[in-house]
């Protein structure tokens, strides 16, 4: 399989081969088959080859399905130094540890049919993992005698030791599921190599969307399982980027407005915690447009007037600033709520042309700077320092934004053909 990519009709030739034997015959090959699965990884490996492959390892999974796990996470480990020194990870290390079927060749994050396969595994580890410890509590009972603290003089009953264990356990599957979500919701984000360009022949765009689709998928079956999950993986928060692409890609992010715990989002003190929290009412607002989200969408207005008066000039300007596209998103999607947003683009307005005023450069009040926030002074000589380019102050391009914000969102509000 080391040439997959250089000549890949042998190797497809010999899966097909596989795939017409029966599965006892092919198991003997299981243990090479694995071990050079990273192979598969190499840049121009035909798609045919790789799922072809998947239906071998589907076949061969059917016969010895957890000797087949243990080896092929042990096959898709990142090489490293101290790989040669490291033991071979058996089934018990990683059912301790589901995690360790994620941390795989970064490679992985790129091949739609090896991230099923590792998916796959990761929700078998991941339930044996739940198993295994309650296995573990039920093995090791407490003992019946009432437990006395060490330099207490309270005695700790038995039944409130179990509940304390049972709460640690549940909080130990809690972390390792939160932790799976979180690295596959990082797998989703574009490199640097995508972000310079390489997207713009359609190949790398089509991955991407399917790399996400495979993880949404999987996150969905996880929030549907158990909803403290979607809350606790909110809570911790991720990359602002990824909120649309969730949104859209996971049906059951609708629980977030069922157990109506957005509002506790918006109530933390951590501001980038409240802003995540605006960005991501107004993306649930397009998606699922109901009278509950629509009381949500107007806490979370409210919210950004409250802030808007309470907070220093650099945190006003910075929550100004990103939530704009927000109220657009929640005028296109509600708008009964548009006397409410406009208010609120007035107000920023008003804070926007205050600091403007107040800003030590002049500011250009032009009709071309208002339709440019980038607009430049043009200056003719730039080789003096004080007459250099001199970039328009963050005010005055934020106040070009806010008339921008509000031309959108009387477009994406009025002027449509939708019927409410």
């Known amino acids: 399989m080391e040439d997959a990519a250089d000549k890949p009709g042998r190797l497809l030739i010999v899966l097909d081969r596989l795939m017409r034997m029966p599965p006892h015959q092919v198991w003997p090959l299981a243990a090479p088959i694995t071990a050079s699965i ?10 045919k080859v790789l799922d072809t492959y998947r239906q071998v390892w589907m076949r061969l999974n059917s016969l010895f399905p957890r000797r087949l796990w243990a080896m092929s996470v042990e096959g898709l480990q990142p090489e490293q130094p101290q790989s040669k020194l490291r033991k071979a990870l058996t089934e018990d290390d990683i059912i301790l540890d589901p995690l360790y079927v994620l941390r795989c060749d970064p490679r992985v994050n790129r091949c739609a049919p090896l991230l099923q396969l590792v998916i796959y595994m990761l929700q078998v580890y991941l339930l044996s993992s739940r198993t295994f410890l309650s296995q573990q509590m039920q093995n090791t009972p407490l003992v019946n005698t ?63 969307q399917e790399i996400r689709s495979v993880a949404c998928s999987f996150i969905h079956q996880a929030f549907l399982k158990d909803t403290t999950l979607a809350k606790l993986v909110h809570f911790q928060g991720y990359p602002g980027e990824l909120i649309g692409p969730v949104v859209r890609g996971v049906p059951s992010m ?33 998606q699922n447009a109901m009278p509950s989200t629509l009381s949500i969408s107007r806490l979370a207005i409210n919210t950004l007037a409250t802030l808007l008066s309470v907070l220093g000039e650099e945190e006003r300007l910075s929550i100004m600033e990103a939530s704009l596209p927000s109220l657009v998103r929640i005028g296109r999607a509600f708008p009964s ?67 921008s914000t509000f031309k959108e969102l009387v477009i994406a509000s009025t002027m449509t053909h939708n019927l409410y």
Request: proline share 8%.
């Open 146 to 208: 009432p437990h006395t603290p060490v330099g207490g003089n309270t005695t700790t009953p038995p039944q409130a030791l179990e509940e304390e264990r049972e709460k640690l356990r549940g909080a130990l599957v809690l972390t390792q599921e939160s932790a799976a979500v979180q690295i596959l919701l990082e797998a989703c984000l574009m490199n640097s190599d995508e972000k310079v360009g390489t997207l713009t022949d359609g190949a790398g765009a089509l991955t991407l």
């Open 254 to 286: 609708h629980i977030a407005i069922g157990l109506n715990w957005i509002p506790e989002l918006l109530q933390l003190p951590d501001l980038d915690k409240q802003m995540f929290a605006v960005e991501l009412t107004s993306h649930l607002a397009l």
């Open 38 to 47: 990273k192979c598969l990884l190499q840049p121009g490996v035909p798609r």
């Open 337 to 403: 709520l548009i006397d409410d947003l406009l208010h609120l683009l007035v107000m920023y307005g008003r804070v926007g042309a205050a600091h403007s005023a107040l800003s030590t450069a002049p500011s250009p009040h032009s009709i071309a700077f208002l339709d440019k926030p980038d607009y430049e002074e043009d200056v003719a000589c730039e080789t003096i320092p004080w007459l250099r380019p001199r970039k328009v102050p963050q005010e005055d391009s934020l106040y070009a934004r806010i008339i």
